[in-house]
């Protein structure tokens, strides 16, 4: 995370009047030097290409952490280097005498200063992101619009999906405008705002108590730090945990406005407080949508951005997710391992979907979305999603998995995550134990789905190596145990009947799938030759698996074909195979006459487990002739040819298509490494009958 530097300063003694929650605290910061002026970010990311709406007191635009140049200011638009859109309706900068003077230049430089010049300790985590801003403070003070969800459509428009919001009143009750996010972001996934929680060391207040947000508790920047005293916290007023993570908010180092329009200043100062917290978390934020966008294509919708972040963080006042803290403060660190990702909602390109359903929430509720084009699964009722892994050498096994709720006049759905192992144990989600690991059941001692749900919609499981470390593989599951029952059914949505979800894994790994065993000629009959006594082949297998495979060799014609029992063999390794095929001995008495033969092979492996299934491969050599005389005869029969029709030739290759099928149930079921003693297939079973 971006460090906050130590410094001198001085504390304003008279409380600034900060309209909706208790006073941020202000720290003036004398000029100190930092050399910490590289880029930091997940797999040196910056958020570059996201865009970030910040509601509040406004912006200095001519400041060096957003103006568009050294000596010019710029309009805002599409092609400015910081600020994309200016919503001026109330006000058009962060003006001198206005309520929360420099609040709103201080959380933009969080959320995006690239400084031109000045500190460079003011330089944002998500420098390379930019800026939506609404200006939401006039000379009448603190003025949101009473229909708060204009302000997410009007992200939405320009292509945000991180809002970030540093206020709210002084209630702690869910009230119309908890509601109003809720119900938006129930029909927009691809909205998520970043909400304080206030400074008042109590329960948390709205609109932070909105289910579908990011409360962020405010912090010290210490390796191993702790929650500021006067964060607020949960539980909320509904009985939830409240806080879903927590962020550094304590002499944070930011863009400090002048209060004129052309004095191009760099000045910068420190701010306590969770109006801190909140953008830090925003910018965090950011980075991990660069990362999904960049390795993923796609854009993270809200529930998956939420699961990132609750997976990345590390505890500060323990290791379980809790009301202070939520699942602690998030660490970039926590995803330089494996990781895995899902999002139902991962589409091409969600803007133009919301923009085709209309933006206002009274248009997105007429038109609803049943999921189509998006990744899914979306789940109704009884229905679930799975997938498996394998646990990874030596690390932890965490799930995360977050969805949206529906306002608080429905009942909160239930997801469940379940984690499976192969010995029969399960882990479910939140129960977790004082070691901050998951209880793990017996499957024979309780089914998952009847131990109790918490009313939190984003849950995790966390399983410590030592209990899984003779465990081969992990199944992941989310199960839809009760979902509302909507008017609008197989629609997403307050009225839909299907759930979508976004989950992230750490210390798992996807099962590797089964390759086939690959064959190589490296000798065998050329093409046109004519072979009267003894044709050899040999090829190379290459089982990269090693799971054990076996080879057969057939001769074909367009015929019919014969089973060589003898060249057939099994190996545990990678090996080269000599088949001699004697004509007298392996294909006498049949009428083997003819100029349309040909070797073909079949290595088929033994790899058949929960995950995969058995994978044969084959290679054929070119045509040649066998012609043989019997010395018995005095004379050598007339030559024919022999030709076949289309219709037993496409016989022949379906026939030969069925040989894998066989193969691969006879591996499967473990028949034909039983028949394999002392490593000689005996008399493999010829699949095939002459044809006359």
Not at 104 to 110: C, L, M, R, S, W
Not at 161 to 174: C, L, P
Not at 549 to 573: E, K
Request: proline share 4%.
């Amino acid at each position: 995370m971006r460090a906050a530097f130590l410094m001198i300063f001085i504390i304003i003694s008279a409380p600034l009047s900060f309209t909706y929650f208790d006073e941020d605290v202000l720290v003036l910061k004398n000029n100190v030097r930092s050399n910490e002026n590289e880029t930091v970010g997940l797999h040196g990311l910056n958020g570059s290409g996201v865009i970030i709406t910040v509601a509040d007191t406004g912006i200095d635009l001519d400041h060096s952490c957003f103006r568009n140049s050294s000596n010019e200011i710029g309009e805002p638009g599409l092609q400015h280097r910081k600020i994309i859109y200016l919503n001026d309706t109330l006000d058009d900068w962060d003006n001198q005498g206005h309520q929360q003077f420099r609040h709103g230049t201080h959380i933009a430089g969080i959320l995006a200063c690239d400084q031109l010049d000045g500190d460079s300790s003011m330089r944002s985590l998500s420098n390379g992101a930019r800026l939506v801003v609404q200006d939401i403070v006039n000379t009448q003070g603190w003025v949101p619009p009473e229909d708060v969800t204009s302000l997410l459509a009007e992200s939405a428009r320009f292509g945000a999906v991180i809002n970030s919001w540093s206020w709210g009143d002084n209630s702690v009750e869910y009230t119309n405008r908890s509601k109003m996010i809720d119900e938006y972001t129930s029909e927009n996934p691809w909205s998520l705002v970043f909400v304080a929680p206030g400074n008042n060391g109590g329960m948390i207040l709205e609109p932070s108590n909105a289910y579908n947000v990011v409360s962020v508790a405010a912090s010290d920047s210490e390796e191993n730090g702790s929650v500021w005293q006067s964060s607020s916290h949960g539980p909320d007023i509904n009985g939830r945990r409240g806080n879903l993570i927590a962020s550094p908010g304590i002499n944070i180092v930011s863009a400090k406005a002048d209060g004129t329009k052309f004095g191009f200043n760099n000045e910068s100062y420190a701010m306590t407080g969770t109006s801190m917290s909140t953008p830090m978390a925003a910018s965090f934020a950011a980075i991990l949508q660069e990362f999904v966008e960049t390795e993923y294509s796609f854009t993270p919708s809200a529930p998956l951005l939420r699961a990132m972040l609750a997976s990345s963080a590390e505890g500060l006042t323990g290791n379980n997710p809790d009301a202070i803290q939520g699942y602690g403060r998030p660490d970039i660190s926590s995803f330089d391992g494996s990781i895995f990702i899902h999002d139902s909602y991962g589409v091409e390109n969600w803007s133009s979907l919301i923009t085709s359903r209309g933006e206002t929430l009274e248009q997105l509720k007429s038109n609803p979305w049943n999921g189509s084009g998006a990744a899914g699964p979306f789940l109704s009722e009884n229905e679930s999603w799975g997938k498996m892994f394998k646990p990874v050498e030596g690390e932890d096994v965490e799930v995360v998995m977050s969805y949206n709720a529906r306002s608080s006049d429905y009942q909160i759905d239930d997801l469940r995550l379940i984690v499976r192992t192969d010995d029969g144990r399960f882990a479910i989600d939140d129960q977790l134990g004082n070691s901050g690991f998951s209880q793990m059941y017996y499957q024979s001692w309780a089914s998952p789905l009847s131990l109790n749900s918490s009313n939190e919609t984003t849950v995790m499981v966390r399983i410590p190596y030592s209990s899984i470390k003779d465990v081969e593989w992990l199944e992941v599951e989310v199960v839809a145990n009760k979902i509302h029952n909507g008017t609008n059914q197989g629609m997403l949505g307050l009225e839909g009947t299907k759930l979508g979800f976004g989950l992230v894994a750490t210390g798992v790994e996807n099962l590797t799938q089964n390759l086939a065993p690959t064959i190589t000629m490296l000798d065998g009959p050329a093409g046109g030759e004519n072979y009267t006594e003894n044709i050899s082949v040999t090829v190379s297998i290459e089982d990269v698996e090693m799971d054990g495979y076996v080879v057969a060799f057939r001769m074909i014609n367009g015929n019919f074909s014969v089973d060589l029992g003898d060249c057939a063999v099994a190996y545990n390794y990678s090996n080269d195979i000599d088949c001699l095929i004697v004509v007298s001995k392996d294909l006498v008495p049949l009428a083997i006459n003819r100029h349309d033969w040909r070797i073909e092979i079949v290595a088929a492996d033994d790899n058949n487990s929960v995950w995969t299934s058995p994978k044969f491969s084959t290679l054929s050599t070119a045509n040649f002739t066998v012609w043989w005389t019997s010395p018995l005869l005095e004379e050598e029969p007339p030559r024919q040819e022999i030709t076949t029709d289309d219709t037993v030739e496409q016989n022949r290759v379906f026939l030969w298509g069925v040989i894998g099928v066989v193969l691969g149930a006879i591996v499967a079921a473990g028949v034909m490494f039983r028949r394999f003693e002392n490593r000689v297939l005996d008399g493999v079973p010829p699949p095939f009958v002459e044809e006359e």
